[in-house]
């Protein structure tokens, strides 16, 4: 019996009620749906028969479509019964009965997206606006369970910041222990020395960053700064906090708001800091699913305000800072002192 933890399962629970429910509804900018909607036609799976389509019919039968044709009912209630279990269990992984009888019923072998694909699903839809029929992968973000992460916290995601001058008492200074200790950190050395950006751990990852804007490792460094400061958290608050001339970046806080947006874009439909972007994203976009369950969509037809909800629902966490290698003053190879922050965003679904 197949046993997953509440994000895998929550993109299980997509699928299916996609299947049982073949209409989305396109959201605005504030996570909620308005009247036009994703009709969907078909949804991929890697089935005991191979990769194949699964199509739903007038009849709310599930199609299986292979030489000889199987059909598979799924209910509201079975849709129901998934949603609460997700909900309620607990546990790093548990099993759903429900959701393991509809896998074995309807022949699917491989639950999970293969690797070398951006997307969580792949689909063939319509607009409610357009007879244009699309096949398309899209990235699935659930507010189920905590709050998913929209870029992953890593050693490759960390900032390095050069100290002006050495600070001699940088031990008693790493030994802060307290409940904020990055902030509190933080606030004694810039009392006692300039700091400035230096780099990114991950040679790629900053590559990334710059292909999209060569501004945005600079402007991300800023950010990270304000947010481990002051504790503000919200990603469109922290832009507007930024001052642009006491910062040294020559650019307005529109500027930086339009850059920030493409980058939260480019995240949410593809880019990983460990690996070499092309610069191509998902071409369909993306489904959240919201905590009462519901399915709400955004395609790259309605890209800007897709991009607004990524700048009002996205916030920066703090990760560990043992697994993650940052929060300490340390010397570098020329005797130069440094300081790590990472770069960790959650979406508030």
Known sequence: MNKFNKGEWSEIYAKLKILCEPKVSIGDENLNPTKEYLKILKVFFTSTFGNCWYKTNTNGRVEIQIDRPIFVKISNDDISQIFQQIQNSKGPSFAIAKANDLIKKMHIHKIKTNSHTKGDVRLIFMLSSSNLINDEEFSIKSGMGSDPSLLNAAKTTNFTYLLKNNISEYQNINSIDSHSKIRDRLQRIISKADIEYSYNDSFIFENNLRMLDSFLPEIVS???????????????????????????????????????????????????????????????????????????GYTLYNEDIFNELLFNLSYLDTASTSRHNFGSIYKNKNNKQEFKLNFYLRLKI
């Open 222 to 296: 800023r950010i990270l700064l304000k947010f481990f400061l002051t504790g503000q958290r919200k990603i469109s608050k922290l832009v507007s906090m930024i001052d642009t001339k006491f910062e040294r970046i020559n650019l307005s806080t529109a500027q930086i708001e339009f850059k920030i947006k493409k980058l939260l874009n480019a995240i949410a439909l593809g880019m990983v800091p460990g690996i070499e972007w092309d610069g191509k994203k998902i071409g369909g976009g993306c489904l959240f699913i919201k905590r009462t369950g519901e399915l709400v």
